[in-house]
């Protein structure tokens, strides 16, 4: 981008100029006070108004306009501004003549309204910057250097250098930190805020609601406990409807045997022979109970055949009347004895097929092998007839083949030696189930019930029908309560054989005549009886009591600690959220920050390279490395060695090092723009030697920009001929202004 | 998580020269060297950013 003209109407000494420039460098020639610095000031009056008006106002006019244009890659924008109204004109034209855009309104310098920020965008577009520090600090160049280390300067030319205007970064920073304080009071950047925010809030009160369940595990102890006690509540429940159920059964059979005592008390009354007479065969216990049943179960026709099936077998294997208590035990011995040496016998005849099929060793066959070998060596020899050799091949044969025999004899003798430790080991087991068998025959001969394994299998099987049997018995009893005392006798029978109870099945035993004789037997026994039911009550009662106790120990529901829960869970959730938004934003913070510190680095170093190198130029190497330091201040190295501030060298030195930090600057802040620089004789404090070397540094610096350079040496004049930079000779313009105007700029004398 | 770091979108907004850019490099970086939970709090970082820059467009425009 280059500027093409500045337009001046009634602006200083100008009533009405136009200064045209064009690429490369230009020379604004003129003696003091001939106006250039009039004209240079007229720049950044136009792009950003003037603080001074007085100074720029002529004398007695109340008009005071300057206008720019700007040429850029087929586009022309023109700006006019009134400078004492601050009225703007930006038209912005295609190589066509067509309008691009078009502002027109009133920016004063201060102002802050939406023209303002209009201009503000379209000055941005143009140069990428609105800032008129900024422009002063990079392309304008006057006689007395911007400050660079003033904070205001140094922190626009940070945001400048470190991320070019793109963004404000330091804002998001400053929005993320913000949020990340509302969210937590701890900052890993700075100082911690004093005041807990969500966060730490949260954190307390889920320490408190966990601090409250600290309790929780006494009432979780006392929820096992419960779950502990209620199983035995039920365990006790049931126990105690099976007592109760057996207590009424007890209470029934009490009640028959007490009406059975008194019907034989009274009996014992009654004369002798009817007291002799046959009685019916319930006094046999078994035998009376299946025989009488039917009497009670009239409805039954089928029972009573069966019954006395069951007798005639029970009979006629020879189980005594009154079974044996350890029936049920020998049965189940038996049977388990039975499968043991069912078990041992299918291995046993495994071992006897394995020894079977070992065949025996064919020593004959070896022999008649052997003979003709032996035969032949003995011929061979008799002839001498090839006897080595006969002899080698005939022993070679031999050794085969009683090698062989041997190898087959050994593998022989060692499966028979295992087939016979395993023959030892398994008939060592059915030895002792055999001798466990014999046991239980003498046990059955004790009982007297027949020992022969065929017995005991039938028997076991009767022992089933019988149960059965019983069973039926017992419902049909409990449907009749008018049932005959036998069934109470026969009810309890099962007992007997079922659960090897030899007490209970005691009363079923009638009493003999002898035993009728003497009644106090029968009462005594049912004094027992009932004794040992008040003891089972009192058992039952004591379990009633368990059972109450148990139930008030149960705690009552826990539903309170049920919203306790959700808080807790509610809370979790929400500090898992604040500790994952926590980190985001740390970690976007810690990645903008750096991000940001980046790019500054690299644009710093790659500045301060550019300023090195431009300074080494004008200082003929003597300075070779220029840096700015933290707060944008420059320095320069000395020697090699130590950093020296720039206010300790020379003016001239000081001079040249700003040439090159602005040119340098221009150069990297670019970001695409080629922005014109304006030099108003920054050269008045070098000397000749690094007046030269300046001026080729500009020279060489107008090959990227163009260079607008107002100067009163008329020695630039030649050389700007010889080196045919474009001549803008201001004195004799500034007197056709004079002569065209008429009027004499004696009160502009003050821009001197 | 990857294709985030990696898409084409992404890819041209690190070859960005400005502030945004060498965010985006930083994060491709870093999205190399972090395990899978540690990158999910990463993208959502990044992607926290990027709001943030074009809440700064709007505004400026």
């Not at chain 1, 009996?267 to 009497?295: C, F, G, I, K, N």
């Not at chain 1, 980046?598 to 500045?607: I, S, T, Y």
Request: proline content about 4%.
């Amino acid at each position: 981008m280059i500027l093409r003209s500045v337009e001046l109407e009634n602006f200083g000494k100008f009533r009405d100029q136009n200064f045209e420039f064009r690429r490369g460098l230009n020379l604004v020639i003129g003696p003091n006070e001939a106006g250039k610095s009039t004209l240079a000031e007229a720049i950044p009056a136009v792009l950003f108004g003037a603080t001074n008006l007085e100074r720029l106002k002529p004398w007695g006019s109340s008009r005071c306009v300057a206008g720019l244009v700007f040429e850029e890659q087929g586009r022309t924008i023109h700006i006019k501004r009134d400078l004492v109204s601050d009225q703007i004109e930006w038209v912005e034209r295609d190589d066509l003549y067509h309008t691009l855009s078009q502002f027109s309104g009133k920016v004063s310098p201060r102002g802050n309204g939406a023209d303002h920020q209009k201009y503000c965008d379209l000055l941005s577009g143009l140069l990428g910057f609105d800032d008129e520090g900024l422009f002063r600090a990079t392309c304008f160049f006057g006689h007395t250097p911007q400050q660079w280390n003033d904070e205001s300067l140094s922190k626009k030319l940070r945001t400048l250098v470190g991320g070019t205007t793109e963004a404000d970064y330091a804002q998001i920073l400053e929005r993320l930190l913000d949020e990340h304080f509302t969210l937590t009071r701890h900052s890993p950047w700075g100082r911690d805020k004093k005041n807990d925010r969500e966060y730490e809030t949260v954190c307390l009160a889920l320490t408190e609601l966990q601090s409250q369940e600290a309790a929780t595990p006494i009432e979780a102890s006392a929820s096992a406990d419960d779950a502990e006690v209620q199983q035995q509540i039920d365990a006790l429940r049931a126990e105690l409807e099976e007592d109760r159920e057996e207590s009424r059964k007890g209470e029934r059979y009490i009640e028959r045997f007490r009406q059975q005592v008194k019907a034989e008390q009274a009996s014992q009354e009654q004369p002798a022979q009817e007291r002799q007479s046959p009685q019916e065969p319930s006094q046999d216990s078994v035998e009376t109970t299946l025989q009488r049943e039917p009497e009670s179960a009239e409805d039954n026709s089928s029972e009573p055949e069966a019954t006395d099936d069951l007798q005639t077998q029970f009979v006629a294997l020879g189980l005594p009347k009154n079974p044996p208590p350890q029936l049920p035990e020998l049965l189940a011995e038996a049977a388990e004895i039975r499968q043991e040496l069912a078990v041992l016998q299918q291995p046993l005849s495994i071992l006897s097929q394995r020894e079977n099929s070992v065949t025996a060793t064919p020593w004959g066959a070896a022999i008649g092998l052997t003979l003709p070998c032996v035969l032949a060596t003995a011929g061979a020899w008799w002839q001498a007839h090839q006897a080595f050799l006969v002899s080698i091949i005939a022993g070679v044969c031999c050794c085969g083949i009683w090698g062989w025999l041997t190898s087959k004899a050994m593998t022989r003798r060692k499966v028979l030696a295992q087939c016979e430790q395993e023959r030892t080991r398994l008939e060592k087991k059915k030895g002792a189930a055999l001798g466990r068998q014999a046991q239980l025959s003498e046990r059955c001969e004790q009982c007297g019930v027949a020992s022969s394994a065929i017995d005991l299998v039938r028997l076991q099987k009767l022992v089933k029908e019988h149960r059965v049997l019983l069973d039926r018995w017992w419902n049909k009893a409990d449907a009749t309560e008018t049932a005959a005392p036998v069934a109470a006798q026969e009810q309890e029978a099962p007992t007997t054989l079922d659960e090897t109870s030899s007490n209970e099945s005691a009363p079923v035993e009638t009493p003999s005549a002898e035993q009728v004789a003497e009644p106090s037997p029968a009462a005594l026994e049912l004094m027992q009886m009932e004794a040992r039911l008040a003891e089972f009550l009192h058992q039952l009662q004591t379990k009633e009591e368990r059972l109450v106790e148990l139930e008030s120990q149960q705690t009552p529901e826990q539903g309170a600690t049920a919203p306790v829960e959700t808080q807790t869970e509610e809370l979790q959730e929400r500090k898992i959220a604040l500790e994952r938004r926590i980190s985001v934003l740390r970690e976007a913070i810690n990645l903008l920050a750096k991000a940001v510190e980046n790019f500054g680095a690299m644009h710093l170093k790659r500045l301060n390279k550019e300023t090195s190198q431009l300074f080494a130029k004008m200082t003929g190497d003597r300075h070779c490395e220029v840096e700015l330091d933290d707060n944008m201040s420059p320095r320069v190295k000395v020697d090699g060695r130590s950093w020296r501030p720039i206010d300790r060298f020379s003016r001239g030195t000081v001079d040249a090092l700003y040439l090159s930090l602005r040119v340098a600057l221009a150069k990297v802040r670019g970001a695409g723009r080629i922005l014109p620089l304006i030099l108003d004789d920054p050269f008045v404090h070098l000397d000749q030697q690094r007046l030269s070397q300046a001026l080729n540094l500009i020279d060489l610096a107008a090959t990227d920009n163009q260079l607008i350079l107002l100067s009163h040496n008329q020695d630039l004049g030649k050389r700007a001929a010889r080196e045919r930079w474009h001549l803008v000779p201001i004195d004799s313009a500034a007197e056709s202004s004079q002569q065209e105007g008429g009027e004499d700029h004696v009160g502009q004398l003050h821009l001197l | 998580m990857s294709d985030f770091f990696n898409n084409p979108q992404f890819e041209s907004l690190a070859k960005e020269e400005s502030v945004r850019g060498v965010v985006a490099r930083l994060a491709q970086e870093r999205s190399a060297e972090v395990n899978a939970d540690e990158k999910a709090v990463l993208e959502e970082a990044v992607q926290l950013l990027l709001q943030q820059f074009q809440a700064m467009d709007g505004e400026s425009a």
